[in-house]
């Protein structure tokens, strides 16, 4: 087993976390059935804080994954009984969390965990991957510590600094953490989301939080009901997470960046209305800031090396196995190649393990690829090939671990890789998640690129880049100019060209009953600012906090966290992002190459093949074949059985003739299909009232 790191961190590991506040009290065995619903995230330990109704003293109790040992630990946050033994008590307050072990399975990282005064308790969800640099800091204050866990590190952070903790933290995470003396609950998520976080207001007032949608399905007031007009958006635009709104109506996520202060007393006394339409008040406690960077090229390229070499240094910190996803792309590449440099140096006794997800045919098969990376770092490679026989019997799993419908069978695929390492015994991954929307790697910013240009009266260097486009893509001057009028024209013009050219993205889908969504039709991209913008960076920086990455994140956490796998993303290191959102834009993108600086930054550490690479595939399935070539009749099937189920919201001509001239060619292959038949399956796996 690869001991990566060279430093033992105690205690560290990825959870499922639950909690409520009731208005006046609900059974303490409902936190339990909470967090059973995401046993997966968790099933090495559980554990349960519990405040009745009558009383100001909390209750700890562990559940039946609890071990035995704990129970019996030299610990203050120990466990006095199992939750069953509570049975139907009333319960005023309550938080639930589910452990996966990363390191050291002794009782000192079990949670709920509490300070040694029994003051502040804390559920977590997550890593914060400068602990031990944090807790010589607090240890400096005075603080001592009876752990080495990062929880215990946020306890103290947060005795210390109050919410200006969150700043200070260098990690991924999502917990819920309340103090005993002043009656309030402090919920918070990381910078860009990558740990999840929900809540939901009950009809009678009562708040409940979660990692996942599902677990509130076991509360009392449950509905499932349809949020219309972010079904719209998947539907006809394919994006999701871009709100703190969800597809289920009255299910809100705290976003990344974001906190929330729960005075406890107060939610309980005050009347509904003060929450309509079921929101609470948000803070903001990280915005995305360029560091501005005056150096050269060469410089910068070489303070990107430096800083991507440290996020993957810190995201090394385990004892166990830490293996990593491998597409064959720069940016799996680029991780592999240097976590293989990093674990040589540490003296790693094992040769790290990477996962792939290949195809049989031939044009999305990334094999090749996959296999230069593996012949320059001679790791141990594993590959997977997801069976289209499979994909429909799997697809009501992941959408029932993605909560929410998801956009196209990529995702079977990442769901192939995570269960391949969890066979394997790996329970750390890193994955190359955030790296195209900080570096400008998706070919939609050569149209902010050209905008930019033209913008700025550099007509020469627009007709070079078209030309550089045209070399190195295989773009006319005409699929140019379309790039460059999205940026440029107006929306209601667009929204014309985008019907005479029958794109799958409009306003006004003719497959789409949009008045039974509820809201007026528009393109959401512009309510976030990111349908039209002036510059790379403004497109980076939208892509990386609202509407691209987020929803990345979400399909990644699911997919991960059902096999029991941590997965960690190197490139979303904040320090790596400012660095690289500051630069100049033409250091990311120029010439027709995205990610300049990557690919002179890992010059000697990738392979040139690969550091050479002008095609994009990524965790792909033959989709296109298996829809027209291998099953159309089945598509056909599941189509129909999505229309009917939608209540009228899918147009059952119109609908039927999208798939109908994909799979004769007469339109080009799109996604669109998959989002209709998996929008369906989630509504009938969730119960989902659609309003009809």
């Known amino acids: 087993m690869i001991k990566a790191g060279g430093v033992r961190d105690r205690s560290i590991f990825l959870c499922g976390i639950a909690g409520f506040i009731a208005r006046t009290s609900w059974p303490a065995a409902t936190i339990g059935a909470m967090t059973d619903l995401v046993r997966h995230r968790g099933p090495d330990d559980e554990g349960f804080l519990l405040l009745p109704e009558s009383g100001n003293e909390v209750q700890v109790c562990g559940g039946s994954d609890t071990p035995d040992v704990v129970f019996h630990a030299e610990i ?118 990558v740990k999840p976080l929900y809540y939901w207001i009950s009809p009678r007032g009562d708040l409940a939080f979660a990692s996942e949608i599902k677990q509130f399905i076991v509360l009392p007031g449950w509905r499932a009901r349809l949020n219309g007009p972010r079904a719209y958006d998947f539907l006809a635009w394919a994006i999701s997470d871009h709100t703190d709104e969800t597809l289920f109506a009255g299910v809100y996520q705290v976003r990344g960046g974001e906190f929330v202060l729960v005075d406890i007393n107060r939610f309980r006394d005050d009347s509904l209305d003060r929450y309509s339409p079921g929101r609470l008040r948000h803070e903001t406690w990280y915005r995305l800031t360029p560091v501005p960077f005056s150096g050269s090229f060469d410089d910068a390229a070489a303070e990107f090396r430096a800083k991507l070499l440290d996020s993957v240094r810190l995201r090394l910190r385990a004892d166990v196995s830490v293996g990593s996803c491998l597409s064959g792309g720069l940016d799996s590449s680029s991780i592999v190649c240097l976590m293989n440099r990093l674990l040589e140096e540490q003296g790693a006794t094992e040769l790290q393990k990477t996962f792939s997800a290949c195809a049989d045919v031939a044009r999305f098969d990334e094999r090749k690829w996959i296999d230069i990376v593996v012949a320059a770092t001679g790791v141990e490679a594993h590959h997977t090939y997801p069976l289209f026989e499979n994909l429909f019997d799997e697809s009501q799993a992941i959408t029932w671990h993605q909560d929410e419908p998801f956009g196209s069978t990529s995702i079977y695929a990442q769901w192939n890789v995570f269960r391949l390492a969890a066979e394997n015994r790996v329970k750390v991954m890193l994955d190359g998640q955030g790296a195209d929307e900080l570096l400008a790697g998706y070919h939609s910013y050569f149209g902010v690129y050209l905008a930019s240009l033209l913008r700025a009266g550099r007509f020469g260097d627009l007709g070079s880049e078209m030309a550089a486009m045209k070399r190195l893509h295989g773009y006319s001057y005409f699929n140019s100019a379309e790039y460059l009028s999205h940026q440029v024209l107006p929306e209601w013009l667009k929204n014309i060209l985008s019907r005479m050219l029958g794109r799958t993205a409009s306003v006004q889908p003719p497959w789409l009953e949009c008045r039974k969504l509820g809201d007026s039709p528009r393109n959401p991209l512009v309510a976030i600012g990111a349908s039209k913008t002036g510059s790379v960076r403004d497109f980076s920086i939208s892509q990386l906090t609202a509407s691209n990455l987020q929803m990345l994140l979400h399909w990644e956490d699911r997919d991960s966290m059902a096999h029991s796998v941590e997965s960690r993303v190197p490139f979303l290191d904040y320090r790596l992002v400012e660095f690289v959102v500051g630069l100049p834009d033409d250091y990311k993108l120029s010439t027709g190459i995205t990610k300049r600086v990557l690919r002179a930054g890992m010059s000697g550490i990738l392979p040139d093949q690969i550091r050479d690479r002008m095609d994009k595939l990524g965790f792909v399935t033959p989709e296109e074949v298996w829809l027209r070539e291998r099953a159309p009749e089945l598509f056909r099937r599941k189509l129909k059985e999505s229309i009917e189920i939608c209540g009228g919201i899918l147009k059952p001509g119109e609908a039927s003739a999208i798939l109908e001239q994909m799979v004769t060619g007469a339109k080009k292959f799109h996604f669109l299909p998959w989002r209709m038949i998996n929008f369906g399956e989630w509504i009938r796996l969730f119960s989902v009232d659609v309003g009809t």
């Open 76 to 193: 203050p946050f120990r466990p006095e009984r199992r939750l069953a033994a509570l049975g139907d008590e009333p319960v005023c307050l309550a938080l639930g969390h589910r452990r996966l072990s990363i390191v050291d399975l002794s009782p000192a990282g079990h949670q709920p965990m509490g300070t040694a005064d029994r003051r502040y308790w804390i559920v977590y969800n997550g890593e914060i991957y400068n602990h031990i640099e944090l807790r010589t800091e607090l240890e400096g204050l005075g603080h001592r510590f009876r752990s080495h866990s990062d929880t215990e590190v946020i306890l103290a952070a947060y005795r210390e600094w109050g919410t200006d903790c969150l700043s200070r933290f260098n990690g991924m995470f999502a917990f819920l953490l309340y103090d005993s003396i002043e009656q309030k609950l402090f919920t918070a998520r990381d910078r860009f989301g």
